[in-house]
């Protein structure tokens, strides 16, 4: 008897045909509807979305206010483009975002005013990457920009030179962009203190480039596909120290960070310090393509007219959208909520690792939770002993990812070594289907260390 292939099989030889291999796909899933935390494929099969369109969707698929905002701008138009006939969800959601810029630390002896704020949208996240850089040339008239080992900025030839996560996202594509410097971002449980990145940063300026040459300083607050690092309080205040100094433009990417993810609506702010720029994208869209760059007018407005925009930048649809999500931000229990999906995620987490040594690490801020696997059984005699030898298990993560898309969980790995495994549910969730997710979770984690 002959089984005839699913349409799944069908559409993965299609995908295999007609699209190149440099895409990766996480998932051999194709997706035909979702809602809130739930996706379903296109046999009908639910998953528990943890991915979320990798951090796009914070207020989950297809929030209905978020669907409503869209269907009702589609009414009026869908494009104009904002340099040629201006538009009003433009300018409100520009108002509203520089409304919410971090502000100085609350109480601090050194509290200070926040400056005038000025936006500008565009639609993908590295574009949001690459302005931002020109914005701080343009400011400070230098060329050089340091970023961090870990990060990732985004896949543009700018982009992929800033990344610090070079092997994968880098390969063969160079030449890349000249005057770009890598620091060391702090990594405690790999031995790497907030003294010893701020030595290697202090060891950049004194060896390869002058700090009166470097523009701008960027750095994830929290790093995304780095692996969920939180940049401590510490090293944050002394970057800020640094490029006042110096007379540098501190620029911080919430890309992945931002709206509401780490339970506050910008990661950054839960240290007080006050970038010049932020970087934003994903779920300020609430899944339609939407990014900028929100900053110090003084800073935003080097740039003469012309320098800045995009045919599509700052589309309609999708300031539309961002303003529906920015709603949802106005009631202070969604962020409340994410604290405690946060809270939640971690004590399940950290009880998974009393169980399971090869969880080395569990860490991030608030709901922008992941754990890091290593390697670590080792046989003595008959028993088997899990020892924490702190070396990377990539292919445990992999195996823990595919047991848990089986038992209907959806995963995604982070980390230079591919040995972490990150969640970005919806800050949305409810309790009930976060305990429904942890269920699947532990269940796939026991699976693949085989206990
Ligand atoms: C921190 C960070 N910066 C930049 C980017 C690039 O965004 P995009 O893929 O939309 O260009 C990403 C995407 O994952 C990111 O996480």
Redesign the pocket.
């Known amino acids: 008897m002959t089984i005839s292939p699913s349409r799944t099989d069908e559409l993965l030889a299609l995908r295999a045909a007609e699209i190149p291999r440099g895409v990766s796909n996480a998932h051999p899933v194709v997706a035909a509807r979702a809602e809130g935390v739930r996706l379903w494929d296109i046999e009908g099969r639910m998953y528990h979305d943890w991915v979320g369109g990798?951090?796009v969707l914070n207020v989950g698929h297809n929030h209905p206010h978020v669907l409503a905002a869209v269907r009702a701008q589609l009414d009026h138009f869908s494009h104009t483009c904002f340099q040629v006939a201006m538009y009003e969800p433009y300018l409100r959601l520009a108002q509203r975002l520089n409304a919410r810029f971090p502000g100085a630390a609350s109480g601090a002896a050194t509290s200070t005013k926040t400056p005038p704020v000025k936006t500008l949208f565009l639609t993908?996240?590295?574009?949001?990457?690459e302005n931002a850089i020109k914005i701080a040339r343009s400011f400070t008239g230098r060329p050089a920009v340091i970023s961090f080992t870990h990060?990732?900025?985004?896949?543009?030839l700018l982009?992929m030179t800033l990344t610090g996560k070079k092997a994968y996202y880098a390969q063969n594509f160079g030449p890349f962009a000249p005057d770009v410097y890598h620091a060391p971002f702090p990594y405690e449980y790999r031995g790497v203190s907030v003294e010893a990145a701020l030595e290697g940063l202090q060891e950049l300026f004194r060896t390869t480039v002058d700090p009166s040459r470097v523009a701008a300083i960027i750095l994830?607050p929290v790093?995304?596909?780095g692996g969920f690092l939180a940049a401590p309080t510490a090293f944050l205040q002394a970057l800020r120290d640094i490029c006042d100094l110096h007379g540098i433009v501190f620029i911080a990417?919430?890309?992945?960070?931002g709206v509401g993810r780490t339970g506050s609506f910008w990661a950054i702010e839960q240290s007080g310090v006050q970038p010049d720029l932020l970087?934003f994208?994903?779920s300020i869209g609430g899944g339609l393509?939407l990014?900028g760059v929100t900053g110090k007018a003084e800073i935003m407005d080097a740039p003469a007219p012309g320098g800045l925009g995009g045919t599509y930048a700052g589309n309609p649809l999708a300031c539309a959208a961002g303003m529906a999500v920015m709603d949802l931000f106005d009631d202070p229990a969604l962020l409340a909520h994410s604290q405690q999906v946060g809270q939640r995620l971690t004590a399940a987490f950290l009880a998974l690792q009393a169980e399971v040594p090869e969880i080395g690490d569990v860490r991030g801020l608030g709901p922008m939770v992941a754990m890091e696997f290593v390697q670590g059984s080792q046989t003595q005699g008959t028993q088997t002993k899990a020892t924490q030898t702190r070396a990377p298990a990539p292919e445990l993560a992999t195996r823990i990812v595919e047991a848990a898309r089986r038992r209907g969980l959806l995963l995604l790995k982070a980390g230079m070594y591919g040995s972490v495994i990150r969640v970005l549910v919806p800050i949305t969730v409810t309790f009930e289907e976060l305990e429904e997710g942890l269920v699947i979770l532990r269940a796939a984690v026991l699976e693949a260390v085989g206990r």
């Open positions: 990798i951090g993908t996240g590295v574009e949001a990457t990060s990732f900025h985004g896949r543009t982009g994830e790093l995304g596909e990417d919430e890309i992945q960070s970087t994208a994903k393509p990014s």
